[in-house]
């Protein structure tokens, strides 16, 4: 079956008919049922591939996480495909396992036209690596590694956020913070780098001193790092009353730890994440949180996609894009809330 049979069916133009396909906003009711019905009794099929070849469009875009069983990234998935099928466009996940190895992985497979553009995030591609992003199809980058790249960049407000989580607790009477991160406070540009600047400006601009250990590394975002952490913090016998955690999922964990060395929160220690992800409100006691507005920044990310396909091959490009997210505080029953 062929569109001109449904056209033909239908009683209509195969304009018409294609414009149905397409989910055009412009056209009448009893017009797309009447085509709908056709399409179904003739059991007609579209051609993928064949529009494809003809539009130099496959209709799906990349996205590209460290890991996809991470609650984050599975939230932050489903707000994209949301996102993306307001555009008409379907997602392909890949998972990078948080190496850059994987990142040029994905990036491998939009050069051999398997998506039309790419949102990857960013874990192991460094400033070095800015010259592998000089592609002739769209990229956004989500993430904190690369900020003077040629590709648009959508990120989380990392300092900002950490700065008001810890001043939340610092609200709520805390005076002794520690702060559960990825343990890279040096040079490099990365999520744990930049919380820890928000969580240190906090702490200075409360008058309140940074005391080195209480700053306790985990050498990976899980709960089981975070639980780990934590029983590391209590036995290490440095007094604390107040808990930051680089994610919400570290976070979880850090609850758990806690409470297998019998310290209760939030009555002696108050905990706070960073992401806002839906099991936070769930755990007992429900998580603090920052939440980075997931919705916000999956539709920009994809905005920014489209417009990029949409100017693609014009000689005239638009400059390079940043966007930070807005961030808000969400209060529970682990600080106090």
Known sequence: MTIQDVARAAGVSAMTVSHVINDHPHVKSETRERVLRAIADLDYRVNVAARNLRTGRTG???????????????????EIIIAAARHNLKVAIEQTGASREGELDALAL?????????ILSTVGLGPADTDLLKVDYPIVILGERIFDGPVDHVAMPNVEGARAATAHLIERGCRRIALIDGGAQGDEVNVSSLRYTGYRQA???????LDPRLVAPTEQFTMAGGATAARRLADGGADFDGVFCVTDTVAIGVLRGLADRGVRVPDQVKVIGFDNIAEGAYSVPSLSSIDPDHPLMAGTAVDLLVSRLARKGKQKQVAVREFVSRFSVVARESTGG
């Not at 799906?60 to 489903?78: C, F, K, M, N």
């Open 110 to 118: 939009s050069r051999n036209r398997l998506y039309d553009g790419l």
């Open 203 to 209: 702490l200075e601009e409360a008058g309140l001193a």
């Open 60 to 78: 799906t875009i990349g996205l590209a996480v460290p890991e996809v069983d991470r609650p984050y990234y599975g939230q932050l998935a489903a």
